[in-house]
């Protein structure tokens, strides 16, 4: 006689001669992809999303990590930070909290220090004096960086400054002078710049051994 009827989901005989029922899976609710200014990650915020229901509204926490998954009315949000014209968000998962900025000085003001003078994310103006550029041209000015993501968490991250040098042009009595210049007094002292270098080196080879060892063991 003929089988009848209806039920949810296809049978299929398994190996000892009975059947099991496969259950439809679940569909995966896709995250919608959500853009934010990075200076509204200063504060918790919120942010009007178009979605397939309408405009919805999402409050988007202080300093959200990249990637962060909100859930809001049974739908799912992807935060990510849009490019900034001043500064970078740190891309490690360690520093999202911190800042990177470029700032272009001339070889004056880096052998002779000068004051620097900007605006951090928040709109505070920082002023501070540089004595002398590091031989890693990065300076770190503390907690100007974006909030610290986390319930509770009162700090921000670091703000990183990158120091990109001018080289001026010379005219050749400008060279000649400063040829002398040099000649008289013996040269410039680039003992500690190539000691710095060395220790990056170094630091690099032995990255380098850790990752090929981790290579021939996989």
Excluded at 134 to 151: C, D, M, T, V
Excluded at 204 to 216: A, I, L, S
Aim: proline content about 3%; glycine content about 10%.
């Amino acid at each position: 006689s003929g089988g009848g009827g209806g039920g949810g989901g296809r049978q299929q005989q398994n190996m000892y001669g009975g059947h099991h029922q496969h259950q439809p899976r679940e569909k995966k609710v896709k995250a919608k992809k959500v853009y934010v200014d990075l200076e509204n990650l200063m504060d918790d915020s919120f942010q009007t999303v178009k979605t397939k229901r309408g405009n919805m509204e999402i409050e988007i926490p202080k300093g959200c990590p990249d990637g962060q998954i909100i859930e809001e009315r049974g739908m799912k949000f992807e935060i990510h930070t849009r490019a900034n014209d001043n500064f970078k968000r740190g891309e490690k998962k360690s520093d999202k909290a911190h800042l990177y900025k470029t700032v272009s000085i001339t070889l004056e003001q880096a052998l002779l220090g000068f004051d620097l003078e900007l605006m951090a994310i928040d709109n505070e103006l920082i002023e501070q004096h540089i004595e002398s550029i590091p031989h890693s041209k990065e300076y770190q000015i503390k907690n100007k960086g974006l909030p610290r993501f986390g319930a509770g968490t009162t700090t921000r991250g670091h703000l990183y400054i990158t120091f990109e040098i001018e080289i001026p042009t010379l005219n050749e009595e400008d060279r000649e002078s400063l040829k002398s210049h040099l000649e008289e007094s013996g040269g410039w002292d680039y003992g500690e710049a190539r000691k710095y270098r060395e220790k990056q080196l170094e630091r690099e080879r032995r990255r380098n051994k850790r990752r090929n060892k981790d290579k021939k063991e996989l």
